[in-house]
């Protein structure tokens, strides 16, 4: 079994959006579970680099090697992948600084500390 | 089983290992430098994947920029209320990891069951005579396709730059929309989290 899986190519494009699933799946578990509100932003970080992955595996395995395309057909899920990290960015700023008012308020950043809303 | 296999492999299992312990551990400072670990094989694997350009501003913003402001975060808040206190919810414990099981296998079964790697050949811009040869090519037999040789010389500024900034079908108006949305979001964090403007 060990040498089968030798002689096989590991590498593939299956194999990374399978890697890209588990990360996602990891980082919804912890989005899901977690009661501090600084980690489950820390989950979020990992769902959004997993679909990162996916794109740039896509991207790479799929169309990188094809010269016959111009290169925005090309390089297009790279370009994505740019505009994701920057709206993580963005979203990571904005997130934290949402927390730390709320924190302001209660002194906690527990998430069942912020239920007023619920009935 | 290459180089980049054995690098594929390596890099893949730190990256679940690390991605498993940031959300598992208690402390908010450890899951902070468990996800800065997590980006780092992550930013390996774009490499792998040639996608050079990426794996740095991978390792720049998330491990630079997104990590700061989350240590800072940390630092400033000071969340003495550790999460050792919470209470056990075992149900809905059970009912996330459930969904995550579910999204994972659901997602192995579309990965493995269709042909991935097969199909993109008929893709290609083929002239107007050879588009139904082809397919039927592939009805009769779909071999399997090898995987795509990927070129050290691919992904880096250059490219992208050129795929950016191209004159006529290039992404400046959605480059453009991007860094006003991070200005927006730079002033409204300013605003959100500034006691007294």
């Known amino acids: 079994m060990v040498s089968a899986m030798l002689l096989h190519q590991v590498f593939t494009l299956e194999n990374t959006l399978l890697l890209a699933a588990l990360l996602f799946s990891i980082g919804a578990y912890g989005v899901l579970t977690r009661r501090n509100l600084l980690t489950v932003l820390m989950s979020l970080e990992i769902m959004l680099n997993a679909v990162n992955l996916v794109l740039v ?38 997130g934290l600084a949402i927390l730390v008012t709320l924190f302001r308020k209660k002194q906690s950043v527990d998430t069942r500390d912020f239920q007023r809303l619920q009935g | 089983m290459d180089f980049l296999d054995v690098l594929f492999l390596g ?45 740095v501003i991978q390792v720049l913003v998330y491990a630079g920029a997104i990590m700061v402001l989350f240590t800072f975060v940390i630092m400033m808040i000071n969340p003495r209320r550790e999460e050792a206190v919470e209470p056990k919810e075992p149900d809905f414990r059970l009912a996330a990891a459930v969904f995550a099981a579910l999204f994972f296998l659901a997602t192995t079964h579309a990965v493995t069951t269709y042909a991935l790697s097969d199909d993109y050949e008929t893709a290609a811009p083929a ?7 082809s397919g039927g090519a592939k009805a009769a037999a779909p071999a399997p396709a090898p995987a795509a040789k990927v070129d050290g010389k691919w992904g880096g500024p250059k490219e992208i730059g050129e795929a950016l900034f191209n004159r006529d079908q290039g992404f400046t108006f959605q480059f453009e929309a991007v860094s006003v949305l991070i200005l927006v979001a730079a002033v409204g964090a300013v605003v959100l989290a500034k006691r007294r403007l």
Request: with cysteine; net charge neutral.
């Open chain 2, 11 to 55: 890099c893949a299992a730190l990256a679940v290992v690390l991605a498993v312990l940031t959300v598992s551990v208690r402390n908010a400072v450890t899951a902070a430098f468990t996800l800065v670990a997590m980006f780092f094989p992550v930013a390996a694997i774009f490499l792998a994947l040639s996608a050079t350009f990426l794996a």
């Open chain 1, 57 to 94: 595996a896509f991207n790479s395995f799929q169309w990188s090697a094809r010269p016959a395309f111009e290169i925005q057909a090309r390089t297009g899920g790279q370009v994505f992948v740019m505009m994701i990290i920057a709206v993580a960015a963005a979203e990571a700023a904005v």
């Open chain 2, 127 to 133: 002239p107007a005579g050879e588009a139904g040869a």
